[in-house]
């Protein structure tokens, strides 16, 4: 089975930059897209992220994705951190079947 | 604005059975595909069942297969999801997800007790 494995948690201060990994636990990550999405506290998830790099509209240029093929990882980066930013995010991508396959989370605490 | 409008949930016991609904609006529902996705009180995500624009591809997660069916009626721009045979373990908030630009519904809290 393919797994996404994600940190359980990382902590940054306000302005500054984070980085949250995505690793997949076989095959190659960049041979299909990774999504990345927000999920503030008693709220629905929102993409933050699409097809690797992509922002939706409405979502600001501090948030940006990238792909690591030497590592299979694929990453969130968070820059200019704001406290409206914490919250939980997940990488999503596809196995074999080209079933959606989420990472565990990673809770992002804005101090 | 995509909007994902879901409905359905309810208390049901072990066993039983609901049918989970999806109103779609803000974009052409006829052209994507549409998933399900769960998400148990505090933990993480689950995808659960897809099903292609024209319906003709459908999919499960394992751990619904055979219990859960997803369809969808373009006419209505609705998606549905069937659960019957239900376990506790599958309480959860169902989301319902516009493939594409990935849009997400508010969910529907699914409870399965004695």
């Known amino acids: 089975n393919f797994l996404l494995t994600q940190p359980h948690s990382v902590s940054e201060s306000p302005g500054k930059t984070v980085t949250i990994s995505c690793t997949g636990s076989s095959g190659n990550i960049a041979n299909s897209y990774v999504q990345w999405f927000q999920q503030r506290p008693g709220s629905a998830p929102t993409t933050v992220i699409y097809e690797d790099y992509q922002r939706p509209s409405g979502v600001p240029p501090r948030f940006s994705g990238s792909i690591d093929r030497s590592s299979n990882s694929a990453s969130l980066t968070i820059s200019g951190l704001q406290t409206e930013d914490e919250a939980d995010y997940y990488c999503q991508s596809y196995d074999d079947n080209n079933h959606w396959v989420f990472g565990g989370g990673t809770r992002l605490t804005v101090l | 604005e995509v909007q994902l409008v879901e409905s359905g949930g309810v208390v049901v016991q072990p066993g039983g059975s609901l049918r989970l609904s999806c109103i779609g609006s803000?974009?052409?529902?006829?052209?994507?595909?549409m998933n399900w996705v769960r998400q148990v009180p505090g933990k993480g995500l689950e995808w659960v069942s897809l099903i292609s624009w024209d319906g003709r591809r459908i999919s499960y997660a394992d751990s619904v297969k055979g219990r859960f069916t997803i369809s969808r009626d373009n006419s209505k721009n609705s998606l549905y999801l069937q659960l019957t045979s239900l376990r506790t373990e599958d309480t959860a908030l169902y989301y319902c997800v516009k493939g594409g630009i990935i849009g997400w519904g508010q969910g529907t809290l699914v409870t399965v007790s004695s």
């Open positions: 803000g974009f052409n529902f006829d052209d994507y595909t």
